[in-house]
């Protein structure tokens, strides 16, 4: 079966700190992945994404930057937070079926302080 | 550019039906998607239009007018677990990276 795996669920960084959060899938090759951010009680901003090995797309500049090392492994970094890098975080992946469902990762909860 | 504008807070009671609208301005466009998420939680596929018209699928039902620029959900015989957020989300044409533009969300409030 294919799944989605994140983590961690919760962090919380103080400022300045660097960041690295992962997100691995199983059970399918070449998947196009993405992160997306969620500020409290608001929509999801797509921050990145990937459609193989070493191929990033960036959709709003930022104090982050994202990699994907390996077919199945998308990795969101930062070298130094800012208080304004709160939020929850989303890796998802996109499926095989034709009706473009996203399945989404359980999401990384992150407080800087 | 893509922009999908929902209502922020719905509420409505256990057993009615509820509509939930989404209404958008995009320059290129393929299909629109609808997402569940709980507090706390992430979001789920629930279904997806890429025509015009219906998409039945038990309680839910998605609607799609391309020529309005408007699609809603609709959610039936409302149960408690209902209560949640829910998005709309357009799928671009092809190419791109099939990257999803989310809607402002709407919340969701099912009262006994």
């Known amino acids: 079966s294919q799944t989605i795996h994140q983590w961690p669920a919760t962090l919380v960084q103080p400022v300045g700190s660097p960041l690295s959060l992962e997100c691995t899938v199983e059970?399918?090759?070449?998947?196009?992945l993405y992160w997306y951010r969620q500020a409290a009680g608001r929509g999801l901003q797509l921050l990145f994404y990937?459609?193989?090995?070493?191929?990033i797309s960036s959709e709003v500049p930022q104090n982050l930057s994202a990699s994907r090392p390996q077919d199945r492994q998308f990795i969101l970094s930062s070298k130094k937070l800012l208080l304004s890098d709160s939020g929850f975080y989303l890796c998802a992946w996109k499926g095989d079926s034709r009706n473009y469902g996203y399945t989404f990762g359980s999401g990384t909860r992150l407080t800087v302080v | 550019g893509q922009s999908l504008e929902q209502p922020s807070e719905v509420t409505a009671v256990e057993g009615a039906i509820v509509q939930i609208n989404c209404t958008y301005q995009t320059s290129g466009f393929y299909g629109l998607s609808w997402y569940q998420q709980h507090d706390g939680g992430a979001p789920t596929f629930l279904s997806y239009n890429g025509l015009d018209g219906l998409e039945e699928t038990g309680r839910f039902s998605s609607f799609l007018s391309r020529s309005d620029s408007y699609g809603y959900l609709l959610l039936q015989e409302l149960q408690m677990k209902d209560s949640a957020s829910y998005f709309c989300?357009?799928?671009?044409?092809?190419?791109?990276?099939?990257?999803?533009?989310f809607g402002t969300g709407t919340q969701l409030k099912v009262e006994l």
């Open positions: 059970g399918t090759s070449n998947p196009n």
């Open positions: 989300a357009a799928v671009p044409l092809a190419g791109g990276g099939n990257k999803l533009t």
């Open positions: 990937s459609v193989g090995i070493g191929q």
